[in-house]
């Protein structure tokens, strides 16, 4: 047995990446060790991935490519503990794996600290990673090489995009991409409502409002228009269309979502403090 790729904590975010890992098969179910505390957990992931499993983290970090840090931030120090590569000797570093964490608000400072032989990799994915649409910004630590950074682009891509942004801007991609799921589904939200206050049924006015926005998004990506140019196209003289927009306008819809992604941002610096 030959394990390749070592995934610390098999929850929604590590099991999201798993599965499309095995289903574009960048690796095989038996190139692949899962650690999680939970038994239930463990003999879930077995079943349905035929991947292995253990309850000891340091198995896991033996992996031979890659190791996928996938705990909640709040058990990083625990399971750092437990990882300390005090006794380690760094001649031995080039058979240890990449790390690529994914937990938000740790550092690369911190990871490095850790995992002091190691290459590694801060990674930031969004939500809609878990149906395969996520997109993921990627930080590099300070001995990673460019086959490293193709490692993870091709791990994270499994899930999405991959954008690679120096660490400095984790805490902006945080506030856009991280919490910006949030702000599209209180958006669609806020649209079905208002159907319904403009006398539609609740269950065709969520479709409206979800296919409205799923499809403005293909079709900007799909035909590389600017948002403006769209707006114009779609906006005839005197229309019901810039009625819709002036509104927007003059309720500070711009103003209120740019200022949502420099709260959050704030807010990320303020908890990596
Ligand atoms: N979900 C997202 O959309 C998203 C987006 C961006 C970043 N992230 C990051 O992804 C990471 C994982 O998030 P998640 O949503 O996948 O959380 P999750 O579902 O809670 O997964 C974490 C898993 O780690 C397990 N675990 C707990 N303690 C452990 C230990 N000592 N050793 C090994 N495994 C342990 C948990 O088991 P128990 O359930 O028994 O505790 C759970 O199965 C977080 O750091 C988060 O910041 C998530």
Redesign the pocket.
């Known amino acids: 047995m030959s394990i390749k790729l070592g995934i610390?904590?098999?929850?929604?975010?590590?099991e999201a990446i798993l599965s499309r890992l095995l289903a574009q098969q960048v690796y095989r179910s038996d190139q692949v060790l899962v650690?999680?505390?939970?038994a239930q957990?463990r003999e879930d992931l077995s079943q349905r991935y035929g991947v292995n499993v253990t309850s000891d983290?340091g198995v896991a970090a033996e992996a031979g490519e890659v190791l996928l840090l996938?705990?909640?931030?709040q058990?990083f120090k625990?399971?750092a503990s437990n990882l300390s590569q005090d006794d380690q000797n760094p001649s031995a570093s080039e058979t240890l794996p990449l790390v690529i964490s994914?937990?938000?608000?740790v550092s690369l400072g911190k990871l490095e600290a850790v995992f002091e032989h190691q290459p590694v990799i801060r990674a930031?994915?969004?939500?809609p990673?878990?149906v395969g649409a996520g997109i993921t910004a990627i930080a590099p630590g300070k001995t990673v090489t460019a086959k490293h950074l193709q490692v993870a682009k091709t791990l994270l891509g499994a899930v999405g995009e991959v954008v690679e942004v120096s660490e400095s801007l984790m805490d902006a991609v945080t506030g856009l991409s991280?919490s910006g799921p949030a702000y599209v589904a209180v958006m669609i939200e806020a649209l079905a409502d208002g159907g319904v206050a403009a006398g539609l049924p609740r269950a065709i006015a969520s479709k409206l409002a979800l296919s409205t926005v799923w499809g403005t998004a293909q079709l900007l990506q799909d035909k590389q228009l600017h948002p403006a140019q769209l707006k114009d196209q779609v906006t005839s003289p005197g229309g019901t269309t810039i009625a819709g927009i002036a509104e927007l306008e003059r309720s500070g819809f711009r103003s209120a979502l740019i200022e949502a992604v420099q709260a959050a941002y704030q807010r990320s610096q303020q908890l990596g403090k």
């Open positions: 610390i904590g098999g929850g929604v975010m590590g650690s999680d505390p939970q957990r983290n996938a705990i909640k931030p058990v625990a399971v994914i937990l938000a608000g930031m994915p969004n939500t990673a878990t991280g």
